[in-house]
């Protein structure tokens, strides 16, 4: 480097509310519209914006003012905007905009309605197939066909079911958001990948890859669980004890095997009846899984039950709900009764956790995929 050349040292020094730059030789000519941008060049924005400078560079200062608005003026406004835009506490990436809006069950479903799902339909296998014996038993002690008319929205149900969790679709991102801000209390928007997932009871920091043998269905019916009033009691009652520090299990996953379980009974027609009387079958469906999940919670915590607990639990929960949906429905029917008037609730009072309860990847779950079929019906195919 030769006398004649100038050299800006990166030294952040503020005198007065101005930048010196220290200039080892005679200055370049002056260019009035880009020498000062030059000198602020190696200033992180947050200085600039603490010590006023880069309001400075976008208005009139001492008799200067460029006649063009430069690219890096620009390029430093956004940098800054984006910089309010960080939430400090979390360290999350804020919209411009209010936080995302809760989604509706009924909104949700909406679209599904809309969406032309023929190729997942094409999957669907609506009732189980049954040959010999179980055929001829089935026929004459087993429960009614589901009526003509309902049958569609049932193949809705199981046509969900066979839908992945899609990260592109702004909707599929307000489902999940939803269920994080309602069990949470959170006002913010969250990362739709994140170990945030983990805390409540995804395996993983991607909540798809747990959505196995549900699909969208598992999703939907944590979002009823939490966007009803009194059903929302119930699931924060129970995503408490999924924290408990003995009886911790991972909320979400079991939520998708309870969704499992709604769809084997609907496939087996047990839920035909009830359905057959309603005149519905989403409702039905919403319901039982309600149902089931409670029952689950009220089993786990009277009987003490643990992690390890899980597999056999589940079984025999399947073996009860398909056996008894009406007996769980009514169960359920008291329990939300029992929230309308303020009594307490059927899980009872918990004790406070002496412990943070581990992530779910710390858990040894198993689900009622993971146990052998206690009898041919028991496939896990949709």
């Not at 880009?34 to 200062?61: D, M, W, Y």
């Not at 200067?64 to 956004?78: D, H, K, N």
């Not at 939490?226 to 004890?241: C, G, H, N, P, Y």
């Amino acid at each position: 480097m030769n006398e004649n050349s100038c050299s800006f040292h990166n030294e952040r020094e503020l005198r007065d509310g101005q930048v010196e730059s220290v200039c080892a030789g005679c200055p370049p000519p002056y260019d009035k519209d880009n020498s000062a941008l030059r000198a602020f060049r190696g200033i992180p924005i947050s200085e600039l914006k603490n010590h006023g400078i880069l309001q400075a560079l976008t208005a009139e200062v001492k008799g200067w003012e460029p006649g063009v608005v430069s690219t890096e003026v620009l390029r430093a406004q956004e940098e800054w905007e984006a910089v309010d835009n960080i939430q400090a506490e979390t360290g999350i990436q804020a919209s411009t905009d209010q936080p995302g809006q809760l989604i509706s069950f009924s909104e949700a479903l909406q679209h599904f309605q809309t969406l032309d799902l023929s190729s997942f339909k094409k999957r669907i296998q609506p009732t189980i197939r049954r040959t010999g014996l179980a055929a001829l038993r089935h026929c004459l002690f087993g429960p009614p066909k589901l009526h003509q008319g309902l049958r569609e929205e049932r193949d809705l149900v199981l046509t969900i079911a066979q839908c992945g969790l899609d990260s592109q679709d702004p909707m599929h991102g307000r489902v999940l958001q939803t269920i994080y801000k309602k069990l949470t209390g959170s006002k913010f928007d969250c990362a739709l990948h994140g170990d945030h997932w983990e805390d409540l009871g995804f395996q993983g920091a991607n909540p798809a890859t747990d959505l196995r043998g549900a699909g969208f269905l598992a999703l939907l019916h944590l979002l009823y669980l939490v966007m009803d009033s009194k059903t929302l009691l119930m699931a924060q009652e129970i995503f408490r004890l999924s924290r408990h520090h003995i009886q911790q299990f991972p909320f979400c996953l079991m939520s998708v095997n309870i969704t499992r379980i709604a769809i084997q009974a609907l496939r087996e027609e047990c839920l035909s009846r009830e359905c057959n009387r309603q005149q519905k079958v989403i409702p039905v469906v919403n319901s039982f899984y309600a149902a089931t999940f409670l029952r689950l919670a009220h089993v786990w915590r009277t009987q003490q039950k643990t992690i390890a607990d899980s597999g056999f639990v589940l079984k025999d929960l399947e073996v009860l709900a398909k056996k008894s949906p009406r007996r769980l429905l009514k169960t359920l029917e008291i329990y939300l009764a029992g929230v309308s008037k303020g009594q307490a609730s059927l899980l009872g009072p918990q004790k406070s956790c002496g412990t943070q309860a581990p992530h779910s990847k710390d858990l040894t779950f198993t689900g009622v995929c993971d146990l052998p079929p206690h009898s041919s019906e028991g496939t896990w195919l949709i």
